[in-house]
T-cell receptor
Framework: DADVTQTPRNRITKTGKRIMLECSQT?????MYWYRQDPGLGLRLIYY???????NKGEISDGYSVSRQAQAKFSLSLESAIPNQTALYFC?????????????FGAGTRLSVL | SQQGEEDPQALSIQEGENATMNCSYK?????LQWYRQNSGRGLVHLIL?????REKHSGRLRVTLDTSKKSSSLLITASRAADTASYFC???????????FGTGTRLQVTL
C-alpha cells in the first residue's frame, strides 16, 4: 500500500463547483503539503501544515482552503472551481527529525475544471 | 525556501551514456535534494546532499555540491531507458522545511 494516498486520482468538474481533494498518509509524519503542477511551471506550494493546529499559506493559496483533520489526513478544497485551477495536484509529507527534510509524495490528482 | 533552477531544460541521450544535469540556487542552504518524476506521477526522492558535503553517491547517481558557486550537479552513469523522467533539484534553507521546485530537466534515454 502507498504511504501517501491521494483521492481521487482523476476528477473532472465544472466551473463554480466545490471540490475536495483528499490526502492520507501512513508514514506518521507531522508535516504535510499541497502542491500544484502546471506544464512548464514546476511545482508550486499551495498550503502546508506542521501539525493539526498549524496551517500555513504557500505561494499560491488564493482560491484554495485546507483542513487538517488528523495527523494523517490533509484535505484541499476548491470552494468555487475555475478553469485555471486545472492542474496536477500533489500531496507530500515530511519529518525533518527523521529524514532531514525529504518529502514523500502521493501519486497525484489530475483535476480538470470545465 | 528558494527555487532551484535546472539546466538544461531537456536532455536526450542514448542508453549507456552518462547524463549530467545542473542546478543553481540563490542563497545559503542546509541541504539540496534531487527528485525524479516519471510522467504524470509523484516525485520520488533520489538523494540529499548536505551543505558541508561536496560529493555523494547512490548507485549510479553522483551528486556534487559547490556552495561557493551555489550550484549542484546530478550525474547518472550508464543511463537506461527506465531513467527517462524529469529531474528536479530542491534547495532547502532549513526554514520550515519548505522546498521550492524549479521546472526540472526532462531526460529522454533512447535505446
Amino acid at each position: 500500500d502507498a504511504d501517501v494516498t491521494q483521492t481521487p486520482r482523476n476528477r473532472i468538474t465544472k466551473t463554480g463547483k466545490r471540490i475536495m481533494l483528499e490526502c492520507s498518509q501512513t508514514k506518521g509524519h507531522d508535516r504535510m503539503y499541497w502542491y500544484r503542477q502546471d506544464p512548464g511551471l514546476g511545482l508550486r506550494l499551495i498550503y502546508y501544515s506542521f501539525d493539526v493546529k498549524d496551517i500555513n499559506k504557500g505561494e499560491i493559496s488564493d482560491g484554495y482552503s485546507v483542513s487538517r483533520q488528523a495527523q494523517a489526513k490533509f484535505s484541499l478544497s476548491l470552494e468555487s472551481a475555475i478553469p485555471n485551477q486545472t492542474a496536477l495536484y500533489f500531496c507530500a509529507t515530511s519529518d525533518p527529525t527523521r529524514t532531514g527534510g525529504v518529502q514523500y509524495f502521493g501519486a497525484g490528482t489530475r483535476l480538470s475544471v470545465l | 525556501s528558494q527555487q532551484g533552477e535546472e539546466d538544461p531544460q531537456a536532455l536526450s541521450i542514448q542508453e549507456g551514456e552518462n547524463a549530467t544535469m545542473n542546478c543553481s540556487y540563490k542563497t545559503s542552504i542546509n541541504n539540496l535534494q534531487w527528485y525524479r518524476q516519471n510522467s504524470g506521477r509523484g516525485l520520488v526522492h533520489l538523494i540529499l546532499i548536505r551543505s558541508n558535503e561536496r560529493e555523494k553517491h547512490s548507485g549510479r547517481l553522483r551528486v556534487t555540491l559547490d556552495t561557493s558557486k551555489k550550484s549542484s550537479s546530478l550525474l547518472i552513469t550508464a543511463s537506461r531507458a527506465a531513467d527517462t523522467a524529469s529531474y528536479f533539484c530542491a534547495p532547502d534553507t532549513g526554514t520550515a522545511s519548505k522546498l521550492t521546485f524549479g521546472t526540472g530537466t526532462r531526460l529522454q534515454v533512447t535505446l
